[in-house]
């Protein structure tokens, strides 16, 4: 099987469920930034996090592959996809983790840059992948049916991908780097 279909050379794609649409929908932007973060997550995973943070981020690969397919999908067509979609139970699963993550860190005391070891950085730039991605998924459902989980998830996982560089600086002895507002003059 070829990887090229031409179906897209005219600036559409199909969804699941027939429907062809723009590729510069909201919907295909909306979804193409969750691909976008789930790469981004690969290239985080790539930087040798803690075991068990890699197998929580594969783990949140899988949801994001599960709210892609979701987006990529006629609305109210989303059951015959045949997946679990992102539900709150999955959302649950994520403030567990940020809640144990947050327990194991000093606290905040003034916002802070994005840095510190490889894959704290890559953490952060993912954070503003995942942040963006969910700003169009909210765009996307001022304009058509998109489930509040969606965007709850997102929402979480940013707070969990935060939660989960400063952790990765922690523990490699690295200290959150406060940001200093400059003195006017």
């Known amino acids: 099987m070829k990887i090229y ?20 929908s909201e919907r295909v932007g909306a979804y193409g930034a969750l691909d976008e973060l789930n790469a981004s997550l ?6 040798g996090l803690a075991q068990a943070i890699d197998d929580l981020i594969a783990e949140v690969q899988e949801d994001l ?5 979701e987006l990529a999908t006629v609305p109210g067509k989303e059951d015959s996809l045949g997946m679990r979609l992102v539900d709150e139970a ?6 567990q983790h940020i809640d144990a993550s947050e327990a194991a860190l000093p606290p905040l005391k003034s916002f ?19 942040r963006r991605a969910e700003r169009l998924v909210v765009a996307l459902r001022r304009e058509e ?24 600086n922690h523990r490699a002895g690295v200290a959150d780097v406060p940001w200093t507002p ?3 003059g």
Do not use: M, W
Request: with cysteine; proline share 4%; aromatic share 4%.
């Open 5 to 24: 279909t031409r179906t897209g050379d005219r600036g559409e794609t199909g969804l699941y469920g027939g429907l062809r649409v723009s590729k510069a």
């Open 112 to 130: 802070i840059l994005p840095g510190g070891v490889a894959g704290a950085a890559e953490l952060h730039l993912a954070r503003t992948v995942c």
């Open 182 to 184: 400059r003195p006017r």
């Open 42 to 47: 690969g290239v985080a995973r790539s930087r």
């Open 145 to 168: 049916p998109v489930r509040d989980q969606v965007v709850v998830y997102l929402n979480r996982l940013s707070d969990l991908l935060f939660s989960l560089a400063r952790g990765a």
């Open 65 to 69: 592959f599960v709210l892609g397919a």
């Open 90 to 95: 999955s959302i649950a699963r994520l403030e």
